[in-house]
């Protein structure tokens, strides 16, 4: 059967380079079986003709419309909403919208409570039962080390610094806003991630969108990495820099660029680039891979480019100190121009960071981020002080310690079990991101729908987040998480989905 229908498995083990790592680097992505892929492309092009089918039912009032549109008195302006752009939301996305932005009403810990909800009209509008959902497995949220929680040393030092300081601090950093809470943090911070100095900022987000403009501009290169998140994609292009993507985690691809780029220089006028920029994240997201940064930096060093590495996933959930992709490999932090991350997913808070050598005092008078925005709230602070702290082992106990330990084996744990069963899994075996593939338009809403019926939590990934035959379920393994229940959720989601190996 494998042989009639050309179903091929690839698995991309990537060795190269071996002097470079102290440990086997393997990642797996294996080939859209051409079945499947030929039955999405069919799935959605049923879907299309659908959307156009009921487009024109709404367009002669035969069939209610929920669209935001133009007044008729401004029917010859130019569209302020653009029709055939959202084409793909109102006649897709709204068959499932229901699977995602659901309501809890809990902490997100290993397990929540959701509010239950549902529509009348096909998911356009939503209505409270007045239920709840007791007791889910949360394989959704980014609690990567169990901070997530209201009780315990954390929630407690967050509290009293509640107490002492209020919520909101009402002023920028630059002004009014600078507490003696935020510098402790940053040292921490510093020390962390074994650098001279930090900067904490109050929004993930922001941290790459408002400070890459502050390190690129005009005449400068960005080199970007096909898969970066939205949030290194938008910096890029806010800094005025020529921009160039090379393939997802592919070193011949990059170096391809970078010697490009040195050869031929600016465009035109063939000037050499101001600087050079490469962007890499620690672990992404959609993927579960991890960047291979031990030949990153080897390229960065050999062609005189700078490197920034966004450890937003990875910053806490990997390497035996949870320092990250730098700790996990081994590597010098000095080696990394450029060292961001966020507080929102190992810490259990909100906010991010930068942290380097002779960076931050330039930042602090350049970064919009700095300069125009509110400061980071006391309790938020507090919390990411405390994690932190435990993290490093200076809390006197071996809570830390236990923690990665107990994410690191869940990891290996949940992935062997979901691969043993017989599903494609995508991503590095270290990797806590675990993409299970559903590839099919039809399989995303009933995945997401029948494993919450099963009170499983997770987030199901279509297009265009993802290619549009690689629909996924992305798990995020937590040290909360019992065996018991990834047991659970690896047998329900074996009951529940098609998707297997050919």
Same mark, same amino acid.
């Given at each position: 059967l494998n042989t009639f229908l050309n179903v091929h498995s690839r698995l991309n083990n990537y060795v190269h380079n071996a002097s470079l790592y102290n440990k086997p680097f393997v990642e797996q992505f294996e080939e859209t079986p051409l079945f499947v892929a030929v039955l999405t492309y069919v799935g959605y092009g049923i879907l299309t003709i659908f959307g156009y089918l009921r487009d024109f039912l709404r367009n002669w009032g035969i069939e209610k419309c929920h669209l935001a549109r133009e007044r008729d008195e401004q029917k010859d302006f130019v569209p302020l909403y653009q029709d055939f752009e959202n084409f793909y939301t109102r006649n897709l996305y709204m068959r499932i919208r229901d699977n995602w932005n659901r309501p809890i009403c809990s902490v997100p810990g290993a397990k929540m409570d959701l509010v239950e909800r549902t529509s009348k009209d096909y998911n356009w509008t939503f209505e409270? /039962?007045?239920?709840?959902?007791?007791?889910?497995?949360?394989?959704?949220?980014?609690?990567? @080390?169990?901070? $997530?929680?209201? /009780?315990?040393?954390? $929630?407690?030092?967050?509290?009293?610094?509640?107490?002492?300081?209020?919520?909101?601090?009402?002023?920028?950093? *630059?002004?009014?806003?600078n507490l003696d809470i935020h510098e402790e943090l940053e040292q921490l911070v510093a020390r962390f991630l074994g650098v001279e100095s930090s900067m904490a900022f109050g929004m993930g987000f922001a941290t790459n969108s408002m400070n890459i403009p502050a390190l690129a501009g005009k005449g400068c290169l960005i080199l970007s990495d096909e898969l970066n998140h939205a949030s290194l994609v938008l910096g890029?292009? %806010? *800094?005025? $820099?020529? &921009?160039?993507?090379?393939?997802?985690?592919?070193?011949? *691809? @990059?170096?391809?660029l970078l010697r490009d780029a040195i050869v031929h220089g600016q465009p035109r006028t063939h000037r050499p680039w101001k600087k050079i920029l490469i962007l890499v994240e620690g672990i992404y997201s959609m993927e579960g891979s991890i960047v291979r940064l031990p030949e990153v930096i080897a390229l960065k060093k050999h062609y005189k480019a700078y490197l920034y590495l966004d450890e937003a996933h990875s910053i806490g959930a990997l390497g035996p100190r949870g320092g990250g992709v730098v700790d996990y490999f081994g590597l010098d932090p000095k080696d990394v121009d450029i060292m961001m991350g966020t507080f929102t997913k190992s810490f259990g808070a909100a906010g991010g960071y930068i942290g380097g050598k002779r960076l931050i005092d330039y930042l602090r008078s350049h970064s919009h981020s700095s300069i125009y925005a509110t400061a980071m709230s006391p309790p938020v602070s507090q919390q990411i &002080? /405390?994690?932190?702290? &435990?993290?490093?082992?200076?809390?006197?106990?071996? @809570?830390? $310690?236990?923690? %990665?330990?107990?994410l690191s084996e869940n990891t290996v744990y949940f992935r062997r079990k979901l691969r043993e069963m017989g599903f494609i899994i995508y991503g590095n075996d270290d990797s806590p991101v675990v993409p299970m593939m559903l590839y099919m338009p039809a399989k995303i809403g009933a995945f997401g729908r029948e494993m919450v019926k099963r009170n499983i939590g997770t987030v199901v990934v279509g297009f265009p987040a993802t290619p549009i035959i690689e629909s996924r379920a992305r798990f995020c393994v937590s040290a909360a998480h019992t065996r018991d229940m990834l047991d659970t959720v690896s047998h329900r989601s074996e009951t529940h989905t098609c998707t297997r190996h050919a």
């Open positions: 409270h /039962t007045g239920k709840v959902v007791k007791d889910v497995i949360n394989m959704g949220s980014y609690n990567y @080390l169990g901070f $997530a929680e209201n /009780t315990g040393r954390c $929630a407690d030092s967050a509290t009293g610094s509640t107490h002492k300081y209020g919520v909101g601090v009402g002023s920028t950093r *630059s002004e009014m806003g890029a292009r %806010l *800094s005025g $820099a020529t &921009i160039r993507v090379f393939k997802h985690n592919n070193m011949v *691809s @990059l170096e391809k &002080i /405390t994690s932190m702290k &435990i993290i490093m082992g200076e809390d006197d106990t071996t @809570l830390g $310690a236990e923690r %990665l330990k107990q």
